[in-house]
């Protein structure tokens, strides 16, 4: 077996992966590396390409500069890693803007009818230019007695992300613990935990008090909480960084992004995604699987 691998994933299941696969296989020969036989995943859709003799990290960013991938490039993600344990045994994932499409503080600011300044904050926060609780707190401060109604109104909106049960049933059916974490509010992530079928939430609590917002609890989950989840969980179940998969798409996810064994930035924002070591920009999370090595088949609701 060869030591490391390439996966590349069209952005939709009907794309043709092949000239991809062929121009990905040119950048990493042109530097060196011995190809193995190109092993189809999804028929068109994604396709492995085990390799020898190059560093993984190298031939990513070859692959990625060859093929001019990135959020305007061609529809297909690429990510290039050892080919030993793949399969994760711990899945860490964060929730808004990952497994759903929302960031709930938009939706409930758009119900109140102060989106713009919400949407403001929010996007300077997982854009990494402002402290994350800092903003968490000015967007809190800002729905101070509203009222509470505004949050079932807000979970009615809600948007799964394509691929999202796939990930979380796929993973679990072959003995992966996977944990929900979110800088958002539990109200939101227990729901969409028991939907996704998670094992297990880990969330802010936001007060509520005589029918109103009043505010969040202390402490808040920050980025240094989310990665010290990552490994208190991997300890309590005896598992090796190696084996977490951590995915989400903002500034706070990047510590357990690096952390993980496989850490992905998924959809993420400008100045996050270059400073994660892999990058989901058009696929849907099934891609998260095929990173993984998974085949069409073995995906639960594939």
């Given at each position: 077996m060869a030591a490391s691998v390439l996966?590349?994933?069209?952005?939709?299941?009907?794309?043709?992966?092949?000239?991809?696969?062929?121009?990905?296989?040119?950048?990493?020969?042109?530097?060196?590396?011995?190809?193995?036989?190109?092993?189809?995943?999804?028929?068109?859709?994604?396709?492995?390409?085990?390799?020898?003799?190059?560093?993984?990290?190298?031939?990513?960013?070859?692959?990625?500069?060859?093929?001019?991938?990135?959020?305007?490039?061609?529809?297909?993600?690429?990510?290039?890693?050892p080919a030993a344990g793949r399969r994760k045994r711990l899945l860490l994932s964060d929730m808004e803007s990952t497994v759903i499409a929302n960031e709930m503080l938009v939706e409930i600011a758009a119900l109140a009818g102060i989106e713009k300044p919400i949407a403001e904050i929010t996007r300077r926060a997982m854009n990494d230019e402002i402290d994350f609780t800092t903003a968490l707190k000015e967007r809190v401060a800002l729905l101070r007695d509203r009222p509470a109604a505004l949050l079932d109104r807000a979970a009615r909106r809600i948007r799964i992300t394509a691929g999202a049960a796939a990930m979380v049933a796929t993973m679990r059916k072959h003995g992966a613990l996977a944990v929900l974490i979110?800088?958002?509010?539990?109200?939101?992530?227990?729901?969409?935990?028991?939907?996704?079928?998670?094992?297990?939430?880990?969330?802010?609590?936001?007060?509520?008090?005589?029918?109103?917002?009043?505010?969040?609890?202390?402490?808040?989950?920050?980025?240094?909480?989310?990665?010290?989840?990552?490994?208190?969980?991997?300890?309590?179940?005896?598992l090796k960084l190696a084996e977490t998969l951590a995915i989400?798409?903002?500034?706070?996810?990047?510590?357990?992004?690096?952390?993980?064994?496989?850490?992905?930035?998924?959809h993420s924002h400008p100045n996050v995604a270059p400073r994660a070591r892999h990058r989901i920009d058009h696929a849907d999370l099934t891609a998260a699987l095929y990173a993984q090595g998974y085949r069409r088949d073995e995906i639960v609701g594939g």
């Open positions: 996966t590349l994933i069209a952005a939709e299941a009907e794309a043709d992966t092949e000239p991809w696969a062929d121009a990905a296989a040119r950048a990493l020969e042109r530097l060196g590396a011995q190809l193995d036989a190109t092993e189809r995943l999804a028929p068109r859709h994604a396709v492995d390409i085990p390799f020898d003799g190059l560093d993984p990290d190298q031939a990513e960013a070859a692959v990625r500069a060859g093929l001019k991938l990135g959020f305007d490039g061609p529809p297909v993600d690429a990510l290039a890693q979110s800088g958002g509010f539990t109200v939101f992530t227990d729901p969409v935990a028991c939907t996704l079928g998670f094992d297990r939430a880990v969330a802010n609590r936001l007060l509520v008090e005589d029918g109103k917002i009043a505010g969040v609890a202390e402490p808040i989950l920050t980025r240094d909480s989310k990665l010290a989840t990552l490994t208190r969980m991997a300890a309590e179940h005896s989400g798409d903002g500034a706070n996810d990047l510590p357990m992004i690096g952390a993980a064994g496989l850490g992905i930035a998924f």
